[in-house]
Each structure stands twice: as structure tokens, then as C-alpha cells.
């Protein structure tokens, strides 16, 4: 299975637009991918079926009217959320990046599919504005699959709704105790006010990951920040971000694997 | 705490009557408002005590639904279950306060009440759209406050609403229904102009807002004398339209004679040009300016050199963005808009319409291109002095309070400058962000006389396949309409912005303002791009022309792609967002987020099922190819009906050829055309220590920091993003230019930079539009060249923005800019692709006060970087580098930031000249070095001078640097502050590492080029100036320089 290439399905809607890098990460990582509008998938729900990774890329889905990713999250749940909840119950990874972040938080897919509704928000940055920088993150031990040995590096952040805020102090402590923080801002590089400087959560299964920072946009040496005082000074540090997108194609492919070793064996 | 789960709800509409439901939507106590807690700031500085502000969303939806489903709403939709309550209906009032609202009015574009009530349809099975209307508005409590309702109601007018397009309201707004357009009734309109005279023209032409002059008011009514018949009003508004300056551009295309005093132009090279005649008694005949000067250099330099720059340009001057070839399957178009006249009456709308419309010229330039990238250039006044009083004459050598405008003074019918600079950045970055193209590039200038014509520039650059670079309508193509509904939005915008302002624009021209929807826009991208890209074996693509709707709307599309073939248009089949239009409005309104193809018959149904699977609305507008005499033949001409009765028949020949072409009269007496602006001082004297006027320099608005605008631009949505605005360790250096990919799989860039040197200018004492043209183009390229472009493959834009030309003086001064653009482009080999002009910027006070803007001309270069790992930041790298400064200093400072900042008046105040010999052989040479690795940062030596950019270079990178001005090379021997702050044109700062300095130093030599090694990179964090002949002339802390830099506009 090792050159296997599971099928990536992007997800966009009105106002989606990082969906081209997000297949372009995809794609460096070894899958073969395939974007589709919201409104095509409410017709035929069986793409969600037959996908082995999902992407909710990052954007202005319908204008961040009324709340980012809110009328996003409206359309899935009334007409996707089952299939959603069933590809996480196959192993299905689910990625939300910024805009994908706050659909799925509004979904109530993140942190906790079980609290029937959000159990979380994204607010108002807290200082009102949208911001675009790069920030220093870290990837601590979790359950997540996307995050696995990614350690301390950079990624950009561009949001004006990135806040992370919980509905409850116990909420936060169980998501923290059962590895569900996947992602964290530098403590000193909080950009938004976010609560524990969290910048990205997993589920309990580990597979379905929502985070504000963007690691479609640092899939290239020159993306980084700080590519040419690193090249001045000798030193070559690969680009972080594609390793999100790695990481799930190496998942989809040890499952696969596990999923086929038995089936040779009973041959 | 949880919402409750999702269900599918189902409601007996026949139960709940239509009526406005209101509910309102604010955080919960003790969440951060960010919004809130600034009105509450300003409010106390505006209106006193204030004990807090709240601040509440209000959405008045008028729908068949009952109180459950309005529960429902508030709370599945509209509030967040976490952070926000929700209340339906209106929550009490606050208790020794005051409520004041803030509603859009009726008919204004609000992309949240439509998405709105798309949600709500959705959520409701059996509710039909046309059965929902929202509204939305801001409620602001003010608690605990004694001020009166009347100074709150002022303060929300001037700090926090725009009357133009929004009520406020003193108590809650909770209308029992919404008032609806009345259906129309066509009767056609004639109007009576065979028998006017010139007077009566004149007068027809002010009050109807056309805006045109009395030759062409004759050229029209002589039309429709001959046709013996008056023209409906629908005619006359498409020939206004036309014959716009914004829409022609006939000041730049006319035939114009130029004069000076002395007699023989004193314009360098112009004898014997194309175009160009010196006539016996000295003055000089140009025969279409545009073409003479600005297209002859482009088309002289692919007929010079036609396989390299004559291929590289692909299509120039013809379409609606300039295109050069990008590699062998891609080309990449640009163009840069203004925007200015709607920016200032209403800023927030004006520059997102701005920018909106500058991405819709791209996605209409051949067959459609991708936009890629965005620009922003603003010109205003000086912030607002604090508390909204005297500007401050007394400030110190730090911080942005030397540079105000005294708000006290500001004339009637103006917005003030920071709520303009703060709604202009806000347009920008919510059209740009919400689109999806990445901010890269941009500069503010500031000074006083933008006050009541604030600038806005916005650009666009594109991706468009080689193959994809033309379109044509032909014979009986549809004419397709896709995006925005037409509505009453932008009606008169064409006219309007080709007029000169006064102080009763607002109130006459709030019908031209329009506000935008980006995510409109991005459906109409999203399927176009589809479209086009149908192979051709499959069909596609699926039209054979494209044209956005901007200025003149329908109007001017259709006129324009129906050129040569004609045109018949049903007005009653476009969609409308509300009842009640008038033909003519239907067809002259500016509404926004829309296009129009020429589409195959036969592909029609093709493109309408890509619209419907992506909510994009298409019509049917009516076909191309009309004759006067119906399909037997005669000529081609524009054809307008309303449910088939004619409304409008014109010749499409009149149209767009009958335009009387006036010989314009240009004079220039080498003084400044008006009164120069008074140079303002800080008490930074002339003479004071160096470390000082630095310090001063780096707190002018016009040099410091510009994050506060950058970080709220996302600057790397596509992921392409290699040299950003910002750089550096800490991501706070200024950059010279934008570096992106296009192509994610291809290590081939391009790089955005520009050009402003409007303190060349004449409302400089000497200044000179020519040489500040020149220094606008060498700015350009050294921006580009700095961050790693190849020379020899720029392409430039201008965008002139001039007070009225019917002033011979301001025409001289325009004549010399557009000569110098000829000079400069042949000089550095620079092709103009495309540009645009803006020739009304000035303003009559209602005492009848004139205030002109400076002459400004803003040129964008784009250039090819033929491996993005080679370019370049200009963040100092590491201590132990060698500082060299490429070409020599000069003794001039006139027009120079130093100048401005000191009111220096005892040294050399001639105004630099760029030396076109020098200017391009110092590009080549610096761009070949960073070619060739050799180069460890690279900075554009201009605003401030020398050390203000060394400067920048060290703080930006955290690396100290020792300056020797001993050096540096100049003309003469310079004094310490003319050889710190000169600003001479031509210079580049390189930052070399020692191992590679021997390799600089030979190739520069070799070149022939002037340079020095001015200074050296250190293992400190300060910034020392020592010459041999004063010793220690400065030891700074960078942090100090840096802060002094970051706080101006740290907003």
C-alpha cells in the first residue's frame, strides 16, 4: 500500500478560497484529490462515502456573514452530518483549516461530536481585527493523526475569527486529558486571544483535526518568513506544513495495509 | 452549556402572517467587543463621560414565520450558543443612557442581509425566497453618559455610520413592514435638446449630470437634429457614458499645444518625436498625447527588439489589462484603477467597489484571466490631530503628532482623513480577503491637499493561458449578463467621477456610491474559470468575449463588445434586486459583481446549468449583431428595448466616434502651478545631530510603518507567497516589492512594486512633473530589481491623477509627466502594458475655496523573476557584512522628506533628476549581482535617503551597523545631512558578505558604476554615523529607531 494514493475529497461552497493550495499540499504528499461545491455534495452525499481523507479548506464561506462558517455549518448539519459522522466512524481523516476550522467547531463535528451541538466557538480576534502573520506553534503529544512528530515550527495565520473559546473550564480539561489539544500558539505568540493558546483541536478518534493556522501555505522553502536569512546562513529546514498533509496519506496507508493483511494471509 | 441539536423544521406558513420579526445579537456580558470598546473610546472623546458602550447586530426579517420559528432563528442561526445572546424583538434600554441605530438603507448592497435570508429559506422547507426579506443594522447602547441625545446622534454620525448610505435612528428601529419598489410602467422619455442653445446645453449638461462639454452637447444635439428627432433619455445617458473622460479618457487621447513663456518647450528629447510638432512661434503640437508618448514607447520597444520585448508583450493597451507572457503556456496581465471620487464620499464602499472592479478588469481581459494579486496605493491627508482639534505645529522628533490635520478646519461635504484612511483600508481588505487574492503590495503618501479628494488606487494582476489572451464577440452571439443583480446602485457613477467635487456631492451623488459582495464576485470567477476552461474538443469554452460591468454598466459593456457587430438589448430580462426600475436605470446602473459574455446560442444552456450548480445568477440580455435596418443590413447600431417597445436606437459609429476632438491648450512656466503647500517643520531643525532628523524621518507618516494596514491584509491566500510586505526576523521590515509563484509546481515568480514620487511635483517650490515622473519610473524598477526581477523583463503602468485638465497650467504639467513616461520607459526598457487616469481631483469649498491635489503619478511595475530562490529581502542578515551604496549622491534635497521634516532652506533646494544614462546600467549591474548570488539583502534607497533605508535594513534585521559616510560617493563634497538624506534617484543599498565582496567589488567596477562601502554590519544594536572630517556624528539604539518608525500609524 505504499504507493497508494487515497482519494482526497475537498470541500468548497461560496466564498472558498484556499481550495487550490489545499490540493496542491494534497497532491505533494501523494494524494490524488477532487473539490467539489457544497451544493453538489447535498445531491449526491454518496462522494463522502467513497472519499478516504476530507478537506474543509480555509476562505470567506457565504461572507463569514452572520458568523464565519456558520451557514456553512447550518447546511452540512441539516443534510451531512450523518455521512460526515459515518466516514469518521470508517477512519476517514477529516482536515478544517481556518474557514474549515470554524465549520466544523459550528458544526459540532470539534472538539466533541458528542455534546449533540457546539461545544466550542471561534470568536472576534481580540483585538477586532483580522490579522495576517506568521506565528510560532507547537504540536504536542495528542491523539491527533495529522499532527504526529511535527514538533515547534511556524505557520501563517490569516483571520479576523480565530479565537478559540470553550463552552465550559471541565470541557477543556477533558479535551486536554484525552489528548485532544493538537495544536498550540508559542505562549508569547497567542495571536488572537485564544483560551490555553490553542490553535488547533482533534476529536477523540484523533482523525478529525480543525486549526487556524495554515499548513497549505507552507508547503515551499521561499514560503517561510524567514527563507533568505536561512539560506544566508546555510541552513535548509524542509517546509513544516507539508507534514499534515503527509501524515494523513501515511495514516490512510497503514490502514489500508492493516486492512489487507489479512485478506492476503486468508488467500 | 450546549446548543440544542439540529431538526428539521417544518411551519405551517399559512398560520403566521408576513410581518418584520427583529431580533438582535450581542456577545454575552464580559466577552471582548473589540468594536464596542472603540466606539466607547471615541465616544468619550467625542461626547464626554461615557460609563460603557454595548454593541448589538439587529436583523429586521420580514418573513410568513411565527414567534417558534423566530426563537428558532435567533437562536440556530443567528447568535452563537457559546458567546453570544440573542433577543427577538427589542431588549431594554439602558438605564441613564441612550440607544442610537445604525440601519443601511433601502436599496443598499448588504451581503449579510442576503446571505441571511438565504439561510433562512434553506432552513425552512415550503418558504419560497421572494416571500423573505432581511434587513440588518447596529444597536448601540450608551450607558451611564449625560450627553444628549442630539451630540451622541453627531458623534455616531461623523465616528461610526456614513448618512449617505445609512439612517440612524434615536430609538430602536422595529418597522411593521418593509416599504417594497412600486411596479413600473414604461413611458418612454424624450428629451427636448434640438432647439437648445448654447446656453441651454450647458445648463442641461450640469443638471442632468453629464458632464459633458458644450462642443460634444452640440456634437449630440447636431445627432439628433439630423436624425429629426429629440433623443430618449436612455440615448443621452449612454452617450455620457461614453463620451466620459473616466470611460474615453479623451483629455490623454486629444490633440494637444503646449506653451512656455520663454517660447521653445523646455521639455528634454522632444524635437522630432512621432506625433510631435514645434510650430513656428515655439509652442508644441501633440497629436494624441496618449498615443504619442506613453503606447510609443511601448510599441517602439517590441519593434526594436521584436523576439525578445515584442513577443514578451502579448496584448498592450487594447483590453481591459495589459498582458506579457509568463513562460510558455502562461501570461500575466495587470491593471491599476482609481477609485477616488466614490472613496470620498462614502470610503468603505468606494474602495472595496475600487478594488472589486479593478479584479472584475481582470477576470474580463481576453477570455478571462485568474487573478492572482492585488495592489492598494492611498493618498490622503495627515491623520486627524487628536481629540479632533488643532493640527500640532509643536511636536517632537518621534511619534506621528507632528503630521495632523485640524479637523476643526475641515470644510463641509468632507469626510475627515483617519476615518477615510481607516474605511478605505477596511474596503480594500474585506473585498480582497473575502475574494481570496492575495494584498501584496502598496504605499500611503500623505498631504494636506488630498484632504477633500482622497486617492485610492487598486490593482490587479492576473494568470491567464497563452491561448486564452483574445476574445471576440461575433454575430449572433447572446449577450449573458452573469452575477450581481442590476439595481439602483452606482447609477451615474461614469459622470460623476469624471466631474470636480464640491461640497454638495455627498448629498447629490449618493445614488453613484456602491457598496460590494465579494462573494458574488468569487461564484462569477469560480464559473468563468470553468467556462474557459473547457477544452475545445468538449466544447468549450463556452463564450467567445467577456467585458466587466463597471463604470457605465450594461451601458458601457454592451456598447463596447457590440462595437463593430451592433447590439439589441431586452432591459426588461435583467434580474433586478428590487421593483421599480426605470429603463434607463436598468441600463446605466453601476451595480456591481457583474459581467457580460458573448455567448455561442448553442452554449447558453451549457453555462447556465455551471451557474445554477453554484447559486450564480445568469440572464439573457439579448444578441449581438444589429443593423439599422433589422438583418437586411444597414449599419451597426445599439438597439435597446423594454417589453417590446424601443427605448433607444444609435448609431454604434456616433457612439463611439462622433466625440469631437477640441485641440486642448497646456502651458507650464516652470513654477509651481499653484500656491506651494507650506512646508510644514517639526522642531527638528535643519542642524540638528543626525540621529535626531533620523529619528524624525522614520516618524513621517509617509516612510513609518505601514503594518497596522498590511497584517489586516491576508497578503498569502493562493500559497505562493516568497518575499512578503513585511520581513525579517520579526516580520516588521518594509519590503521593496512582493515576490509570489503563480504556479504552485514552478520556482518561476514575478514581483510587484511602485513607484511615488509626488514630492517632485509642482506644488513643490521647482518642482517638475517630468522629473518626478522619471523618479516614479527609477523607484519602480529599483523596487522590482531589489527583490529580484530581471530588468529586462518590467512592464510598467501609469496612473495619472491630476486636478481638472481644462486648466492649460495643470494640462502642462500632465503633458510633461506623460513625456518624461515616453523617456523613462525607452530608457529602462520598460514597456507601459497598461494605465488609467483620473483627471477631476479638486474641490470647491462651500465658501468657494479651490483645493487642487498634488500632481500625482503613481506607476506599478511588474516584473519576471526567473528563479524565486534567488530573490531578495532587505532585512540586514548577519553582523560582519559589508553596507555598499550603488550610485552617487547628489547635492539637491528639494521635495525630500528631509526637507519637509526640517524646513531646511539653506542647502541645495533644486528638486534630483533622475540620469536616464545611469539610472538602467545601475539596475542591470545590482540585478546581476543578485543573479548571481552575491547580494545578502538588497533595499531601494529613496524616502528619508541613505540612512533612513540603512537604517531600516539594520532594525528590520536586528543587526547593528556602523556608518561611515566617508564612503559614500557623491557629486561634490556633501554636508553630513544632505549625504544621510538626500534623496538622489538611482541608489540601491546591498548588504555583502565578505567572502563575496571581492566578486561585488570587480563586476561593479566593470560596470563602470559609482559606489562605496558605507558602512559595516555589527555584532550591537545600535546605529553609529561617523565621518572622518566630524568624527561620531550618531549613536542610536535600533529599538529606539524602530519604535520611532512602528508607532506613527500603529493604529
Not at chain 2, 597 to 625: H, I, N, S, T, Y
Amino acid at each position: 500500500m505504499a504507493g497508494m494514493r487515497p482519494k482526497t475529497l475537498i470541500i468548497r461552497a461560496a466564498g472558498t478560497n484556499c481550495d487550490r493550495e489545499l490540493a496542491h499540499a494534497f497532491e505533494l504528499a501523494g494524494a490524488l484529490t477532487q473539490t467539489i461545491h457544497l451544493n453538489e455534495l447535498i445531491r449526491e452525499p454518496g462522494w463522502v462515502e467513497q472519499a478516504e481523507i476530507i478537506g474543509f479548506p480555509g476562505g470567506f464561506s457565504y461572507g463569514d456573514d452572520i458568523a464565519a462558517g456558520r451557514i456553512f455549518a447550518n447546511r452540512l448539519r441539516r443534510r451531512l452530518l450523518e455521512p460526515l459522522r459515518a466516514a469518521v466512524a470508517r477512519g476517514t481523516p477529516i482536515i478544517g483549516i481556518c474557514n474549515g476550522f470554524q465549520v466544523l467547531v459550528k458544526l459540532g463535528l470539534l472538539p466533541d461530536p458528542d455534546a449533540a451541538g457546539q461545544s466550542a466557538t471561534l470568536a472576534d480576534n481580540v483585538n477586532g481585527r483580522f490579522i495576517d502573520r506568521w506565528v510560532r506553534v507547537e504540536a504536542p503529544e495528542s491523539r491527533c493523526v495529522w499532527t504526529r512528530g511535527l514538533g515547534k515550527f511556524e505557520l501563517p495565520i490569516a483571520h479576523g475569527e480565530g479565537r478559540f473559546v470553550p463552552a465550559s473550564d471541565d470541557l477543556l480539561k477533558r479535551w486536554t486529558d484525552a489528548g485532544q489539544i493538537a495544536l498550540r500558539y508559542a505562549p508569547d505568540d497567542n495571536p488572537n486571544g485564544s483560551t490555553a493558546d490553542i490553535a488547533g483541536v482533534c476529536d477523540a478518534s484523533g482523525l478529525v483535526l480543525g486549526l487556524m493556522p495554515h499548513p497549505e501555505r507552507y508547503t515551499h522553502l521561499t514560503n517561510h518568513p524567514q527563507w533568505t536569512r536561512r539560506q544566508a546562513a546555510g541552513q535548509f529546514v524542509p517546509p513544516a506544513g507539508l507534514g499534515f498533509f503527509v501524515n494523513a496519506v501515511k495514516h490512510v496507508r497503514a490502514a489500508a495495509a492493516a486492512k489487507a493483511e489479512p485478506a492476503v494471509a486468508a488467500q | 452549556m450546549t446548543a440544542s441539536p439540529a431538526s428539521s423544521v417544518s411551519i405551517d406558513l399559512s398560520a403566521a402572517p408576513v410581518r418584520v420579526i427583529r431580533v438582535e445579537v450581542r456577545p454575552r456580558v464580559g466577552e471582548p467587543d473589540a468594536a464596542a470598546s472603540a466606539a466607547l473610546a471615541e465616544a468619550r472623546v467625542a461626547a464626554g463621560p461615557v460609563g460603557d458602550v454595548r454593541l448589538a447586530r439587529v436583523y429586521l426579517i420580514e418573513a410568513p414565520l411565527d414567534d417558534a420559528a423566530a426563537a428558532l432563528l435567533a437562536r440556530e442561526l443567528l447568535a452563537d450558543p457559546i458567546n453570544q445572546e440573542a433577543a427577538v424583538g427589542v431588549s431594554p434600554l439602558p438605564a441613564g443612557g441612550a440607544t442610537l441605530e445604525v440601519h443601511y438603507q433601502a436599496g443598499v448592497m448588504d451581503p449579510v442581509a442576503q446571505s441571511t435570508r438565504h439561510a433562512i429559506v434553506e432552513m425552512f422547507p415550503g418558504l419560497r425566497a421572494e416571500q423573505v426579506e432581511v434587513r440588518t443594522g447596529f444597536r448601540y447602547d450608551f450607558h451611564d453618559t449625560a450627553a444628549g441625545p442630539e451630540a451622541l446622534k453627531r458623534f455616531v454620525e461623523r465616528s461610526l455610520a456614513n448618512p449617505v448610505i445609512q439612517d440612524i435612528h434615536a430609538q430602536p428601529f422595529h418597522p411593521e413592514k418593509f416599504a417594497h419598489g412600486s411596479d413600473y410602467a414604461p413611458v418612454v422619455r424624450h428629451v427636448a435638446m434640438r432647439e437648445l442653445d448654447d446656453a441651454g446645453l450647458v445648463k442641461m449638461s450640469r443638471e442632468a449630470h453629464l458632464f459633458l462639454s458644450l462642443e460634444e452637447m452640440r456634437a449630440v444635439r447636431d445627432y439628433f437634429r439630423a436624425g429629426d428627432r429629440e433623443p430618449t433619455d436612455a440615448e443621452l445617458e449612454t452617450l455620457a457614458q461614453t463620451w466620459s473622460e473616466h470611460c474615453v479618457h479623451k483629455t490623454l487621447k486629444s490633440t494637444v499645444r503646449y506653451t512656455e513663456p520663454a517660447g521653445k518647450p523646455t521639455i528634454p528629447n522632444v524635437a522630432g518625436r512621432a506625433g510631435h510638432t514645434i510650430n513656428p512661434d515655439g509652442s508644441l503640437t501633440i497629436e494624441n498625447l496618449l498615443k504619442s508618448t506613453i503606447a510609443a514607447a511601448t510599441f517602439n520597444l517590441m519593434h526594436q527588439d521584436p523576439n525578445g520585448l515584442g513577443t514578451w508583450c502579448v496584448s498592450v493597451f487594447k483590453d481591459n489589462a495589459g498582458i506579457v507572457r509568463f513562460d510558455a503556456q502562461d501570461g500575466v496581465c495587470i491593471k491599476v484603477e482609481t477609485h477616488n471620487h466614490p472613496s470620498a464620499i462614502e470610503p468603505y464602499g468606494g474602495a472595496a467597489t475600487g478594488i472589486g472592479g479593478c479584479i472584475r478588469d481582470v477576470m474580463g481581459t481576453g477570455l478571462a484571466a485568474k487573478p492572482i494579486a492585488n495592489t492598494d496605493v492611498f493618498c490622503v491627508a495627515y491623520p486627524d490631530a487628536p481629540s479632533g482639534g488643532k493640527a500640532g505645529e509643536s511636536a517632537g522628533n518621534s511619534g506621528g503628532s507632528a503630521w495632523t490635520t485640524d479637523t476643526t478646519a475641515i470644510p463641509k461635504g468632507v469626510i475627515p482623513p483617519t476615518r477615510t484612511l481607516k474605511q478605505v483600508v477596511a474596503g480594500v481588505r474585506d473585498y480582497g480577503n473575502r475574494i481570496g487574492i492575495p494584498t501584496i503590495n502598496g504605499a500611503v503618501w500623505f498631504h494636506p491637499d488630498y484632504l477633500a479628494n482622497p486617492l485610492v488606487f487598486a490593482g490587479c494582476v492576473g494568470l491567464i493561458p497563452l491561448d486564452k489572451c483574445f476574445g471576440q464577440a461575433k454575430n449572433a452571439d447572446r449577450i449573458i449578463a452573469l452575477g450581481g443583480r442590476t439595481g439602483r446602485d452606482g447609477i451615474h457613477g461614469a459622470t460623476f467621477s469624471s466631474a470636480e467635487l464640491t461640497d454638495t456631492h455627498a448629498d447629490e451623488f449618493a445614488h453613484a456610491v456602491q457598496i460590494g459582495n465579494a462573494i458574488t464576485q468569487k461564484g462569477v470567477l469560480d464559473v468563468l474559470l470553468q467556462a474557459r476552461d473547457i477544452p475545445a474538443s468538449e466544447g468549450g469554452p463556452l463564450f467567445n468575449a467577456i467585458t466587466d460591468c463597471g463604470a457605465g454598466g450594461f451601458s458601457s459593456a454592451v456598447g463596447e463588445m457590440g462595437k463593430d457587430l451592433g447590439a439589441h438589448v431586452t432591459l426588461e430580462t435583467a434580474p433586478l434586486k428590487y421593483s421599480g426600475l426605470s429603463y434607463t436605470e436598468i441600463w446605466i446602473s453601476e451595480a456591481q459583481e457583474r459581467m457580460v459574455l458573448a455567448v455561442p446560442p448553442e452554449k447558453v444552456e451549457r453555462l447556465k446549468a455551471l451557474c445554477d450548480a453554484q447559486d450564480v445568477e445568469m440572464c439573457d440580455l439579448g444578441q449581438f449583431g444589429w443593423l439599422s435596418s433589422g438583418p437586411g443590413g444597414g449599419e451597426p447600431v445599439l438597439a435597446l428595448s423594454y417589453k417590446g417597445i424601443e427605448v433607444g436606437k444609435m448609431s454604434m459609429h456616433f457612439l463611439h466616434e462622433g466625440i469631437p476632438t477640441p485641440t486642448r491648450e497646456a502651458s507650464w512656466d516652470g513654477s509651481s502651478t499653484v500656491a506651494p503647500a507650506p512646508v510644514r517643520k517639526t522642531s527638528v531643525a535643519p542642524d540638528a545631530p543626525i540621529g535626531e532628523i533620523l529619528a524624525a524621518l522614520l516618524a513621517h507618516p509617509n516612510i513609518a510603518s505601514k503594518h497596522w494596514i498590511i497584517r489586516q491584509y491576508d497578503h498569502e491566500v493562493q500559497g505562493g507567497s516568497v518575499v512578503k510586505p513585511l520581513v525579517g526576523p520579526a516580520q516588521d521590515g518594509p519590503s521593496d516589492a512582493s515576490v509570489l509563484r503563480p504556479k504552485l509546481g514552478s520556482d518561476r515568480g514575478i514581483a510587484i512594486g511602485s513607484g511615488l514620487q509626488t514630492g517632485l511635483g509642482e506644488k513643490t517650490p521647482g518642482g517638475d512633473s517630468y522629473w518626478m515622473a522619471l523618479a516614479a519610473i527609477d523607484e519602480a524598477v529599483r523596487n522590482v530589481v531589489c527583490a529580484g526581477a530581471d530588468p529586462t523583463r518590467i512592464a510598467i503602468l501609469d496612473n495619472f491623477c491630476w486636478p481638472r485638465c481644462d486648466d492649460p497650467r495643470q494640462l502642462g504639467s500632465l503633458v510633461r509627466a506623460a513625456e518624461a513616461c515616453y523617456d523613462g520607459a525607452m530608457a529602462y526598457r520598460t514597456p507601459f502594458v497598461s494605465g488609467k487616469d483620473s483627471l477631476s481631483n479638486q474641490f470647491t469649498t462651500e465658501d468657494g475655496k479651490l483645493i487642487t491635489i498634488p500632481p500625482t503619478l503613481l506607476i506599478t511595475a511588474l516584473g519576471m523573476v526567473p528563479d524565486v530562490t534567488h530573490s531578495r529581502t532587505m532585512d540586514a542578515k548577519a553582523a560582519g557584512n559589508s553596507l555598499l551604496i550603488i550610485g552617487r549622491t547628489g547635492t539637491q534635497v528639494g521635495g525630500s522628506h528631509f526637507a519637509t521634516v526640517t524646513g531646511d532652506g539653506s542647502r541645495d533646494a533644486r528638486i534630483p533628476h533622475v540620469d536616464l544614462a545611469i539610472g538602467p546600467k545601475t539596475a542591470a549591474a545590482v540585478a546581476d549581482l543578485i543573479a548571481r548570488g552575491l547580494v545578502a539583502s538588497a533595499h531601494d534607497c529613496s524616502d528619508g535617503g541613505m540612512l533612513t533605508a540603512a537604517a531600516e535594513m539594520a532594525f528590520a534585521g536586528r543587526v547593528g551597523l556602523d556608518v561611515d559616510l566617508d564612503g559614500l560617493p557623491a557629486e561634490r563634497e556633501l554636508d553630513d545631512a544632505t549625504a544621510c538624506f538626500a534623496e538622489t534617484p538611482s541608489r540601491y543599498l546591498l548588504e555583502v558578505a565578505p567572502a563575496k565582496l571581492d566578486a561585488v567589488v570587480r563586476l561593479l567596477r566593470q560596470a563602470g558604476l559609482a559606489f562605496g562601502q558605507v558602512g559595516r554590519f555589527a555584532a550591537h544594536q545600535r546605529l553609529t554615523v561617523r565621518c572622518a572630517k566630524h568624527g561620531r556624528l550618531a549613536d542610536v539604539a535600533l529599538d529606539d529607531l524602530r519604535a520611532a518608525w512602528l508607532g506613527p500609524l500603529d493604529w
